[in-house]
């Protein structure tokens, strides 16, 4: 929606959130089971979680990016709003 209304990308934040805690912790939070595989879709997440199973701990990593809008000036003298 940005990028349609004319911003421009100004830096892709590779590690916006990260959520790194103990496995009892995400099953806690999440209601869910983590047996066997490493990676995990998380409902309403944007990105899957990382179980490491040997440490008990996983992690959650999301990017973002940011965008700039130019924001024109008003004229010359025009009231303030």
């Known amino acids: 929606m940005h990028w349609r209304l004319g911003a421009r990308v100004v830096r ?3 590690r916006a959130m990260v959520v790194e805690a103990p496995l009892a912790s995400w099953e806690e939070w999440t209601g869910l089971a983590f ?3 490493p990676r995990y879709v998380m409902p309403g997440a944007f990105n899957l979680v990382t179980i490491d ?3 008990r701990r996983g992690l959650y990593v999301e990017p973002n990016v940011w965008m700039r809008h130019a924001v024109p000036r008003p004229p010359r003298g025009a009231p303030e709003k």
């Open 53 to 55: 199973r040997a440490r």
């Open 35 to 37: 047996p066997e595989r």
């Open 12 to 14: 892709i934040a590779r």
